[in-house]
């Protein structure tokens, strides 16, 4: 029962394939380029404009464009492991394997040399856009607060603005005490701030 | 710690911005441009409805088809057909399709006119290969479908005009049936097939265009044999000539019957002598042969008779017929004439009145005129205008209207064989003063614009104000040297033979040259630029001279036809001088010396291995004699796999015995097995690329010394079987093996072997590194791979006290003889596209780091950082490691749409791609190559040592008038506050 239902699959993936021995010496390979709705609406190319939409074989061996429909087809293709890529301005796509084979021509097989993952049928989509631009922010306080000048004035503010209320809220005596302190062990150093100088 | 630890996560945010080239939309055009071409016109089909844009669609020798705006010549659209689908013929079918046959006639394709969508594709099979003719008859049914008619390997085949289905199809089976036309009579049904069997037989098919059934097959011996090209005359006579080109064969098939006319040549004209061929044309009733530089027309009066209409001297060129009124056909003639062109219309059966007669003044620079097309209108007062587009020898396209040139494409710049730059002339005082600021309040306004721009308030009017603004600053485009080095002049020579000169800022020509000594000769048949050379680029002695380049050609395709040298100036493009010289040109050798006036030795190697120096002076003699023997080069020889490495020997002996020619000796070769490796790629490092150091700091203070050495030779081998496309192999039949060869000694000094890979090889080779993109066949996927190459002999020179005491051998002098202690390190990456080129950026020193420039095959520029191919990258780096800024190992290149170069654009059908360094450290010059032009500037490390254009210099000044201010103000409220405080 098990082989039945594997030959049964098999044939119907082949048929989904839609990998033909096309008359005289070779095979013929035809699938679709389908490019969803969703993707591109902020990208370059239109979307579901595919006059620019190249399909490549086996980098360059032939090109051909797609139809309106969004389907292809290579011709006199010999058996072997062919390579198909898609040039589309604004997206990325994964070039495809697809192996076609002589001894039994049903049996063939299309994956994602990207993520290695198999295909039932012959369409290809992008895996994403590409944008090719960066986007400039939109002006916000937030960004300039970020900035070095930023916070730069952030600290100047807060120097000027702060630490007089701090010193103002702190008891006098403990800030005679802190002063002696400080008179008693004598300017701190530069070289104490530095790293290392800590060691000697 | 802490500082460390501060610094170590900067770092590492830098560097994660680091690659990422980044540009804003709005910048487009700022630093870059991209010119579209389209190549030379084979054909030309008009389009001229009254509803809709008048547009002409062309296709070209670069397998374009485009369609082009009659008014201004500008692109439609446009598509780029793949190598090996050259275009055999176009038309307009309905109305609204565009129709072309493609490769060699198998393939049928159909685009919509308005937006050059592809319609339908058909593949048209048949059991041998030959001539291709597509016929789109205008009102021919079958079965309420309009019919294409086909002709193309060995068959007959009407195609249906909506779906591109084959309608009906007949085959010509006869095995030496070699076609010559396809005729189809306006307003019937038939379709004549009219060619040659043997070498002496005419053969005429009568078939039935609604059903493809042979109606009638007559075929007619002339035992003298036929020339091969024919002109159609009228539906049913054609006129060939015989195989010793002296007699005219008038060959009429009126109603199924073949009858012959003989007319010796002799006879028309008396001066004749020596084969004469014919001008392939279909004018009615009118056909034109060449003899011995004279063209002559001759007229066909009924039943054969043949009359002498007119002789010429000039070049000529003829249209076909274009149908103007009911019996009427009108052809355009163009005679060259010195500077001037002359333009005649005439009517197909009326020779002595011209419809139009025109003389236009050409420039010189285009050369001849090479073909016509012309077309016609109606003006307002119901006569006939003509408008003629021609293609003009240097590849450009000219629309003529009313005696003028409304329109021209330079199309030669589609076909770059070769690329160099020149610097621009130095600005001198008084001779171009930098303009003043026009008035300061422009100035502030601008500024106001850009802050706006910069704080995103501005309007779309603002922005568009602000860009328009920028593109016009005029500091790009001068014709002088800037201070940064970013305006070049881009030295361009193309396959018509032509150089020209761009402009790095804008693009433009700043002049162009047809090379006068390439010029078809009794010397020199087919003359075939090759290679673009700098020949004197003054410096420091020569200031006052202008900088010109070598131009090498040779005469004929074969490798061994004499070369001829030219020199251009690259200042005014005048061609200074030109040498035709004895032997050809295998190789060229520009050496590193030059003479007093800054003029670069060039060696020049022939096929029978000897040397001949230029220039020919004796100071260039004595500066040779000086280096005699350290001078080196190798030769590949693709076909049988050997590298050979010469050396010079001594004065030619023999008859060639003259100053500057020198014998040579060969000093080692590699000899590849040939039933396993073929040579399938060679890169050498470029001769003028800087290194700014040779140690290379890595993680814990440590250091690695690059193997530099001007001498290595990357060659990669691919087993013979592998040498085809992808797929056409198994993997384990397959392999590719990569050398790194020393020129001078042919020590092979690393080998490395991938199983399982394929070509094509792509590389680049820079400093102490090499980078190769080639084809994985067990994964299936392309793979990048890098090599580096490190000296072993000075590892021990890290010790300070050993530098201290001269006890390093840092002074000692480098040989190639002594044995090298190298060590390689290497590493493979996946990629994901095919690649058409690699290159590497390049900058005046060297610092800069290095991206990798990656054509890919969608006609993109990709940036690559050169750090993600470093061979020391782990999976899981040190913490040492992650400060120098090592990425962590993955196994395929990462590609970040923002890093392409091109950005949203593409340079169809890419060939090469040049990088130019700047004198601004941080920059380099990128030129990109293919039917398109694509020109930008690149900072791998970011502009480091300048502001970049959008700097905001009214931000600074504002923050700068703020901040005194209000030290202004703070200092009078304390001195106020002060005052209180003592009156308190």
Known sequence: MAPIARLLLLMLLSAALSISSGSGDGFSINGRVRIPQ??????????????????????????????????????????????????????????????????????VQAALTENRRGLSELVLEPLKDEQYYEIREPFSIMNVVKSPMGLMMGFMVVVVFLMPKLVENMDPEEMRRAQEEMRSQGVPSLASLLPGGGRN | MAIRSFLLFLLCFYSSLSPVLSLYEDQVGLMDWHQQYIGKVKQAVFSTQKTGRRRVIVSTEENVIASLDLRHGEIFWRHLFGSNDAIDGID?????????????????????????????ESFLQGPKHSKSFLLVPTNMKIEKDNAIVVFSNGGLHA??????????????????????????????????????????????????????????????????????????????????????????????????????????????????????????????????????????????????????????????????????????????????????????????????????????????????????????YIRTDRSHGFRVLIVMEDHSLLLLQQGLIVWSREDGLASIIDVTTSELPLERDGVSVAKVEHSLFEWLKGHMLKLKGTLMLASPEDVAAIQSMRLKSSEKSKMTRDHNGFRKLLIVLTRARKLFALHTGDGRIVWSHLLRSLHKSEACLSPIGLNLYQWQVPHHHAMDENPSVLVIS???????????????????????????????????????????????????????????????????????????????????????????????????????????????????????????????????????????????VIADQDVMYKYISKNLLFVATVAPKGSGEVGSVTPEESWLAAYLIDTVTGRILHRVTHHGAQGPVHAVFSENWVVYHYFNLRAHRYEMSVIEIYDQSRADNKDVWKLVLGKHNLTSPISLFSRPEVITKSQSYFFTHSVKAIAVTSTAKGITSKQLLIGTIGDQVLALDKRFLDPRRSVNPTQAEKEEGMIPLTDSLPIIPQSYVTHALRVECLRGILTVPAKLESTTLVFAHGVDLFFTQLAPSRTYDSLTEDFNYALLLITIVALVAAIFVTWRLSERKELQDKWR
């Open chain 1, 38 to 107: 969703g993707l591109g609406t902020k990208g370059f190319a239109l979307p579901g404009k595919t006059s620019n939409v190249k399909v490549i074989l086996n980098g360059g061996q032939i090109v051909t464009y797609l139809r309106p429909d969004g389907y292809f087809s290579f011709q006199n293709i010999p058996a072997g492991t062919h390579l198909i890529e898609v040039a589309a301005i604004g997206y990325f796509f994964s070039p495809v394997r697809v192996d076609v084979s002589a001894r039994n021509p049903g049996k």
């Open chain 2, 554 to 696: 040779r005469c004929g395709p074969s490798s061994d036809a004499p070369g001829v040298l030219s020199f251009v100036d690259t200042y005014t493009g005048k061609e200074l001088s030109s040498v035709s010289l004895s032997h050809d040109v295998a190789q060229v050798i520009p050496l590193p010396y030059t003479d007093s006036t800054e003029q670069r030795l060039h060696l020049l190697i022939d096929s029978d291995k000897h040397a001949h120096l230029y220039p020919k002076t004796s100071e260039a003699l004595n500066i040779f004699k000086h280096e005699f023997s350290n001078i080196y080069w190798y030769s590949v020889e693709g076909h049988n796999g050997i590298i050979k490495g010469h050396v010079l020997k001594c004065k030619c002996t023999g008859d060639m015995a003259k100053d500057f020619c020198f014998d040579t000796r060969e000093l080692w070769s590699v000899v590849f097995p040939s039933d396993s490796e073929k040579i399938i790629a060679t890169v050498t490092r470029k001769l003028n690329e800087v290194v700014h150091t040779q140690a290379k």
């Open chain 2, 92 to 120: 307009i079918g309905l109305g609204k399709y565009v129709i072309t046959l493609s490769s060699g006639g198998s393939i049928l394709r159909s685009w919509n006119l308005p937006d050059g969508q592809m319609v339908w």
């Open chain 2, 159 to 376: 195609v249906s005009c909506i779906d591109g289905e084959v309608l009906w199809k007949k085959d010509f089976e006869a095995e030496s049936f070699e076609v010559q036309k396809v005729i189809n009579p306006p307003g019937s049904d038939l379709i004549y097939v009219v060619g040659f069997a043997a070498s002496s037989q005419f053969e005429m098919y009568q078939i039935n265009a609604r059903n493809g059934e042979l109606l009638k097959h007559e075929s007619a011996t002339f035992s003298s044999g036929f020339l091969r090209e024919v002109s159609l005359v009228s539906s049913d006579t054609i006129v060939a000539l015989d195989s010793t080109g002296s007699i005219l064969l008038t060959i009429s098939f009126q109603n199924g019957e073949i009858s012959f006319q003989q007319t010796p040549i002799s006879n028309l004209y008396e001066e004749f002598s020596g084969p004469a061929v014919i001008i392939p044309s279909s004018v009615p009733g009118i056909f034109a042969i060449k003899t011995n530089a004279v063209t002559i027309f001759i007229r066909v009066i009924g039943e054969g008779k043949l009359e002498v209409v007119e002789k010429t001297n000039h070049e000529i060129a003829v249209s076909d017929a274009l149908p103007i009124s009911e019996g009427q056909q009108a052809f355009a003639l163009i005679q060259n004439a010195g500077s001037e062109i002359h333009l005649a219309v005439k009517l197909a059966h009326d020779w002595d009145t011209n419809l139009l007669k025109e003389s236009i003044k050409m420039d010189q620079q285009r050369g001849l005129v090479h073909k016509v097309f012309i077309n016609n």
